[in-house]
């Protein structure tokens, strides 16, 4: 199974992360594979973190490349919906509207043309900073694996379409058990 560009986004996250190294991907070219022996995510990986700069200048601190993991080698794969991040968010906005705006407070009779332009630099870009949490924080998976090192990474990144998160998710919990049942155990080793 192959996510294309159009079905699936790999995400940068943009906090870094304090517990184990996050493989920071970049971009709209990428892919994610599933096949019969590994997950392969194949885009534009970033080469140097500059904290913000990559938002700009991502395709020019970046480098295309290829990670492969092994199913035996993933150790945990979580799916975060967001949905309570995101309604924190706008209760949070929401909140600064309530205090930044003065029109609710005043009667209708003593509006003024300044009250008005006043409200509306408030309330213009707290709805668009609204609408891009709303449209951007989107629901995403985090794959932690190991390396043969035995270090551990991670990457992020979203499905766009619940049909395909569904087969996505079927198809990935098949090669699982069948990584499980062909692995050799720690006592083999």
């Known amino acids: 199974m192959k996510l294309g560009p159009r079905q699936v986004r790999l995400i940068t996250p943009f906090w870094p992360s304090p517990f184990g190294r996050t493989v920071r991907f970049t971009g709209r070219r990428n892919t994610v594979d599933l096949q019969e022996t590994a997950l392969v995510a ?26 492969t993991v092994p199913y035996s080698r993933i150790v945990s794969v979580r799916y975060r919906r967001t949905v309570v991040l995101r ?38 870009p707290v709805v668009i900073v609204g609408c891009i949490v709303w449209w951007r924080i989107r629901p995403s998976y985090t794959f932690k694996f190991r390396l043969k090192d035995g270090k551990r990474r991670k990457f992020h990144f979203a499905i766009r379409s619940r049909v395909v998160k569904r087969e996505f998710d079927d198809a990935l919990m098949q090669y699982r058990q069948a990584a499980k049942t062909y692995a050799p155990t720690e006592a083999a080793r």
Request: glycine share 6%; hydrophobic share 60%; proline share 2%.
């Open 42 to 67: 194949e885009g534009e990986i970033l080469l140097f973190q500059c904290f913000g700069l990559e938002r700009l200048f991502g395709r020019a601190l970046s480098a295309w490349s290829t990670v």
């Open 87 to 124: 309604l924190v968010i706008l209760a949070m906005l929401a909140a600064l509207l309530a205090v930044g705006l003065q029109l609710p407070r005043m009667k209708a009779s003593e509006w003024t043309s300044l009250d008005v332009m006043a409200d509306a630099i408030i309330f213009v």
